[in-house]
């Protein structure tokens, strides 16, 4: 059996040749490119609902910015004409004619509800926006040193036991009612202390992790307290600061809106404001999608940016990946 080999009529030289060894190619492992990113989008657009609630998602970001770049808004034009005011969307489109902004009628200075509803809707979203990229921005990266960090965890955890513990909604409101209600000083309120609570969840995963080996390999190889917790930790935390960003997002929205409603909100025509405004319409027939419609739209942005976010963030966990 060992000389069977004869049989094929091949030499010794064909059938057998010396081999070169290299330690370096020795130590590579052939395995497919990974691409950490291509796979969460490719875990998120394998569900079909996915790509509904983000096309909706799209459209609902991009008409809100569009429509009133394109379309002249103004909410007094129609002021002094008493045949304008809280007009049905069938007595809407009889008076002014066949127009898309007429189709939800108007409101209480004759103004066409659909523009009021989407200068608005642009005015919360990019407050929602704002505000979310600063506070995750800057509750991250404390929240990152101060797990990792056991001298200034003693100090942040005495600011967080002190700010923390009083209300959000009571610090936003005494902020909105000591400074002018603008755009600007809502988004300093949403804030000031908004992040202390983003810092403070992420130190509690950060604490979690900061002793594996891989840590305390880079703590005794002399790496800066900075580097490890943005290079070793904040990267594996990514499926939870994108659910984290999820649960943010409309809640800045929500904040506006409840502050809108009680009389603490911005000057500026949100949909909070137009809820406020609105708020005697919802009894009064005939008048209801005065009130409704601004009350749709916030929740629709609300619930989607949150579904969205949800989804994102357990395709950015790793294991789904397999």
């Avoid at 629709?300 to 397999?322: C, E, F, K």
Wanted: some cysteine; overall charge neutral.
């Amino acid at each position: 059996m060992e000389h069977d080999y004869k049989n094929l009529g091949l030499s010794e030289a064909e059938l057998f040749s010396i081999v070169d060894h290299s330690d370096l190619e020795s130590e590579k492992i052939t395995a497919p490119r990974y691409s950490y990113w291509k796979s969460v989008f490719r875990v998120f657009f394998k569900k079909k609902i996915n790509i509904v609630i983000l096309s909706l998602l799209v459209f609902v970001i991009a008409f809100a910015y569009i429509y009133p770049a394109v379309t002249h808004y103004d909410p007094f034009a129609n002021l002094m004409n008493p045949d304008s005011k809280h007009l049905g969307p069938a007595e809407a489109i009889k008076y002014f004619g066949v127009s898309l902004k007429w189709i939800l009628g108007t409101g209480a200075s004759g103004e066409p509800t659909f523009d009021a509803i989407w200068n608005g809707s642009r005015i919360s979203i990019s407050l929602a926006f704002l505000c979310a990229a600063i506070n995750m921005t800057v509750g991250v990266c404390i929240g990152a040193v101060w797990g990792f960090s056991k001298k200034v965890d003693v100090i942040m955890m005495e600011v967080y036991n002190i700010v923390g513990n009083v209300p959000l909604i009571l610090i936003i409101a005494v902020l909105a009612m000591l400074f002018a209600p603008t755009f600007l000083t809502m988004v300093f309120a949403l804030t000031v202390v908004g992040w202390i609570g983003i810092a403070y969840f992420i130190r509690t995963q950060v604490v979690i992790i900061r002793d594996r080996e891989y840590n305390l390999a880079s703590r005794c190889l002399g790496t800066s307290t900075v580097k490890i917790a943005m290079k070793n930790i904040l990267p594996f935390m990514t499926s939870v600061i994108v659910t984290l960003l999820a649960t943010e997002l409309p809640s800045y929205i929500s904040y506006e809106v409840f502050l809108s409603y009680i009389g603490l909100g911005m000057s500026e025509m949100s949909l909070g404001r137009l809820i406020y405004q609105a708020e005697g319409a919802m009894v009064t027939p005939g008048w209801e999608l005065e009130f409704w419609s601004p009350v749709a739209i916030s929740a629709i942005i609300s619930v989607v940016l949150y579904v969205v976010g949800q989804n994102l963030g357990d395709a950015s966990d790793p294991r789904t990946h397999m």
